[in-house]
């Protein structure tokens, strides 16, 4: 049996229970899906987490499709995206784009014999696995069962072919790894496996390197209670049982102990167990204790935490998961869940008090001035403190009563210890002895034997140190020396130095509260360099609290960190400063103390983490409590370098140190997901009848909506849980936003008033180490136009256009016709018209030619002859007025004569009567001569110029009479 020691481990845990959204506190199974969600199994409904809330899923009596019952107990997903969720009362499929549940069929009766069924044999579901042929196998309260599905489609239980493998009357436990080998066991009976790539697969025992029982008290135990686990980074097989752990051999199934635990102290219940990043596995237990097991080295680690709320929590873990980025989750039995990020550990955070000094020792140990200690030595290598002297023991011990404190601490070549305790304090740690060494003088006299003797500065074998005076101490001599401030020191509110810096050229450098100092020793010269608020090229601020040479430039730049004004680089050569704050990447604008790795990087201890700044690029990369820092908040003096290019710093809560190489960046690029969308601050459930989603948001790709939903609000968030309240934001509406917008920590995005149109919204996040993801996700978002905008509206209103000018052209054409059927009317009447005042021949060469050739007719009668002026009005105002009139009249006039029954005779068209149409002399004519000579010159101009009376002229009318509107009756 292989027994050794327990060592006890201290994390940091975070608590997430109901009071974040879980819907219960008992956690029974942990499971992350392929888009990246965790799933929590608790006994009031299936859980689905996000980082930032919960969705729950519960039995709903009215619901056929809701989960059968809210006592989850298991959940695996299948290579299709499914989840296949195991209650107390049997076995649910879980479609998640409909996010409905599929019920089958079980019996909880006399256990069924192996073989072909209807049902699962067993309705209590434990755990579930799927083989690589897509079976899925169940181990329930009764056995193992095979579940056979169709290659398509959602099955149902018509269309299954369930096998039982294993038929039992107790529980039982199996998993699959990669190979397609299930193991498992039966309580208390024994330990299987059976290749699920057979045909007929066959129920093969495992066996175990000791006995099969473990007695203890009287009570006997079965060691082939074993949980199967696969270690995928090595390819190990690991059992758990009640006792220890075994690897399994997976070609032989024979299993050979790791490691036992000692009398019985811990018994194992585990149901669930993870292996971490570093191939450990995380154990629940029934004895108050979280075990962590090393299978490489044999190491058993009992974890435990500083967190006293959190401490009795341990006792009541079931479960352990790791998920994709490699954070531990724990389900506990009543009070939710606990994390704890093994990424932490690169940090290698040790809880404590507050650490006020560190310095490196001979031997690669740390040296701290803890509060309450006298000091403090700390091995990296073994992780824990080797010696401890609090201020009690040696108050008693050597009966002292003249320190009141220590601020300062350092190791000589010979292993003394030097420590500021009222003056220096010798502490031989071989012999046990302290001896006091005061100062023999101070600018003001004699010498103060409790005077300060603050900071330290060993080199070689002398001890520079300051108070009133930058003074030296020869370790092997036993003497001092001193030399006087260039201006006088003050202690407000901190010691005068707080830093002393020796660079290569010998030259001391004196971070004071009155600003910085130079010293040459050579030519005891001073120079003395100040803040001044008029310059930007001087120091931030008076108070320095650390100083470093530059890593690639130390003989042209120092470093400075200062207590307020960032961190600052002079140029030694002119005195010129550059100022780095917080505007530039800077966490905080303190810096308390600068150490400098083995790339040229410059790590700074901080009120808000530790920084890492590249001078090469002027790049910050930011640590901080999640990180696994001891704390945000670090001490002044509380840093130094180890001999391996370790790097200490300590804070108000213990300290860290670390190796800068191991903290390897995560390059990978997290995934993030639109979790909800909203209209009008309504969540979109794609259940709803008419929603613009069809499936849940993370799964949609894009969506429509109207131009009336006039807001729209995108969540989202980035699936990973180490600290998902620190990951930043940003995203950006392609088509609507000109950039990205920086969303910091926010997590929702709004637009309001789209115009219509289409729109991709992009989203993308930070990883924990504060790399962004180029890529992010996306989401088509249509704005559909309104009514009076849409296609169908523009056809109608061209349809509607087009049909009013087809309308008009129609009814431009009607009237038209009916225009010129009307012209063609008035044109018959007009030629009726002529062919009632003139010959039918004149006539008719008129309305054909326009023009008729002048004739002469005795006969013809002129009318209006006598009428005085008329040929020169109708010269003046034109003849178609005249023409209108005269087609008046003779209209009115067939009225007349139609309405008396009679009828006018045509006027002959002949040449023998032509004669006659034309006015003549005589006193039965009537008095329009004139007109009737003008109507002879436009219709008949022949038979005018024959009929050409005499006492007439030639006129626009033709021959007209010269002897006034009318002629006597004698002249006929």
């Known amino acids: 049996m292989v027994l050794a020691q327990i060592d006890t481990v201290s994390v940091g845990f975070r608590s997430i229970s109901i009071h974040e959204g879980l819907s219960q506190g008992m956690v029974t199974w942990i499971m992350q899906d392929r888009y990246g969600f965790m799933w929590f199994a608790t006994k009031d409904g299936l859980n689905r987490y996000d980082g930032y809330s919960f969705k729950v899923y519960r039995h709903d009596p009215s619901d056929s499709t809701s989960v059968r019952n809210s006592f989850i107990t298991s959940i695996t997903e299948d290579r299709r ?391 030296w101490f020869h370790v092997g001599s036993r003497t001092f020396g001193s030399y006087p401030f260039p201006i006088a020191p003050r202690s407000d509110p901190y010691s005068f130095v707080q830093s002393i810096h020796l660079d290569a050229r010998g030259i001391f450098w004196l971070g004071t509260v009155s600003g910085l100092l130079r010293f040459d020793r050579r030519t005891g010269r001073w120079d003395h360099y100040t803040h001044d608020p008029s310059d930007a090229a001087t120091l931030g601020v008076n108070v320095i609290f650390s100083l470093a040479d530059d890593p690639a430039e130390p003989d042209r730049f120092l470093w400075i960190g200062t207590n307020g004004g960032g961190l600052d680089r002079l140029e030694k050569a002119t005195g010129r400063v550059k100022r780095f704050t917080v505007n530039d990447g ?164 709004t637009y309001t008033n789209l115009d219509p149109g289409t729109y991709t919204f992009r989203v993308r996040g930070e990883n924990r180490d504060g790399i962004w993801d180029p890529q992010g996700t996306s989401f088509m978002l249509e704005v559909l136009p309104p009514w009076w905008r849409t296609w169908w509206f523009y056809t109608i209103c061209g349809i509607i256009l087009i049909g009013g000018v087809l309308s008009y052209i129609i009814n431009l054409e009607r009237t038209v016709r009916l225009r010129s059927r009307e012209l063609a009317e008035e044109k018959e009447r007009s030629d009726a018209l002529l062919r009632n005042i003139l010959p039918e021949e004149v006539a008719q060469e008129l309305k054909d030619t326009g023009t008729a050739e002048a004739r002469h007719y005795d006969q013809a009668t002129i009318l209006f002859a006598e009428i005085v002026g008329l040929a020169e009005a109708v010269d003046r105002d034109g003849a178609r007025e005249l023409v209108d009139e005269l087609n008046t009249c003779f209209k009115a006039f067939d009225r007349i004569i139609a309405a008396r029954g009679s009828r006018r005779s045509r006027p002959s068209a002949t040449p023998t009567s032509a004669p006659a149409a034309c006015p003549t002399r005589g006193p039965h004519r009537p008095p329009m001569w004139c007109m009737r000579r003008w109507r002879c010159r436009t219709s008949w101009p022949g038979a005018c110029l024959r009929a050409k009376p005499p006492d007439c002229r030639h006129s626009a009318f033709g021959w007209v009479s010269t002897r006034g509107p009318w002629w006597p009756a004698s002249s006929a």
């Open 81 to 471: 995206g499914r989840l296949w969720v195991g209650t107390s009362t049997g076995l649910d499929l879980f479609d998640q784009e409909r996010e409905s549940f599929t019920h089958f069929p079980c019996t909880d009766g006399d256990p069924l014999p192996t073989g072909p069924s209807k049902v699962f044999n067993g309705c209590g579901c434990q755990e579930i696995s799927e083989d690589l042929a897509g079976n899925i196998w169940v181990a329930t309260n009764q056995g193992l069962n095979r579940l056979a599905l169709p290659r398509s489609g959602i099955p149902d239980a018509a269309a299954v072919t369930i096998t039982v493998v294993i038929s039992a009357t107790d529980w039982t436990y199996a998993s699959i790894d990669r190979a397609g080998v299930l193991r498992g066991h039966v309580k208390d009976q024994y330990a299987f496996a059976v290749d699920t790539r057979e045909p007929d697969p066959r129920v093969v025992r495992i066996g175990l390197d000791r006995p099969d029982k473990y007695i203890s008290e009287g009570q006997a135990f079965s060691r082939t209670n074993l949980l199967v686990l696969e270690d995928t980074v090595r390819d190990r097989i690991y059992g758990v049982h009640p006792y220890g752990v075994v690897q399994i051999d997976p070609r032989t199934n024979t299993a050979t102990t790791l490691r036992e635990f000692p009398e019985m102290k811990v018994l194992m219940m585990p149901y669930r167990i993870a292996v971490d990043a570093n191939g450990a596995l995380w154990l629940p237990s029934q004895g108050g204790r979280m075990l962590r097991f090393d299978p490489g080295n044999g190491n058993l680690a009992s974890i435990r935490t500083d967190a006293s709320d959190i401490l009795p929590i341990l006792e009541f873990v079931k479960c352990t998961y790791r998920d994709r980025n490699g954070l531990l989750w724990f389900g506990t039995s009543g009070y939710g869940l606990l994390t704890y990020d093994p990424r932490v550990e690169r940090f290698h955070p040790v809880p404590g008090a507050s650490v006020r000094y560190m310095a490196a020792a001979r031997d690669g140990q740390l040296l701290l001035n803890e509060s309450n200690f006298f000091f403090t030595l700390y091995n990296p290598s073994r992780q824990r403190r080797t010696f401890v002297m609090d201020e009690r023991t040696v108050r008693q011990r050597h009966k002292v009563d003249w320190y009141s404190g220590s601020d300062a601490l350092a190791e000589d070549r010979n292993g003394i210890l030097w420590l500021n305790k009222g003056g220096l304090v010798a502490y031989d740690r071989r012999t046990g002895s302290l001896q006091r060494h005061a100062p023999p003088a101070t600018v003001d006299g004699p010498g103060d034997p409790n005077a300060t003797c603050f900071p330290f500065k060993l080199l070689g074998d002398t001890l520079w140190f300051a108070n009133q005076l930058f003074q």
């Open 586 to 749: 800077l966490p905080n604008d303190v810096v308390y103390g600068i150490l400098d790795d083995e790339d040229g990087n410059l790590w700074m201890s901080t009120n808000k983490g530790i920084a890492c700044f590249t001078p090469s690029t002027g790049a910050f990369r930011n640590f901080d409590a999640g990180d696994g820092l001891q704390d945000d908040e670090f001490n002044r003096d509380a840093y130094c370098k180890l001999p391996d290019g370790t790097l200490c710093f300590g804070g108000v809560k213990g300290f860290n140190f670390f190796r800068p190489r191991e903290l390897v960046e995560d390059s990978t690029a997290h995934v993030i997901r639109i979790t909800a969308i909203k209209l009008s601050n309504a969540e979109i459930d794609h259940r709803t009848p008419g929603s613009p989603l069809s499936v849940p948001a993370h799964l949609a790709s894009g969506m429509r909506i109207p131009y009336s939903a006039n807001m729209i609000t995108f969540e989202f968030a980035t699936l990973e849980y180490a600290a998902p309240k620190e990951h930043r934001y940003q995203y950006k509406l392609d088509g609507f936003d000109p950039d990205w917008v920086m969303a910091d920590r926010s997590r929702a995005a």
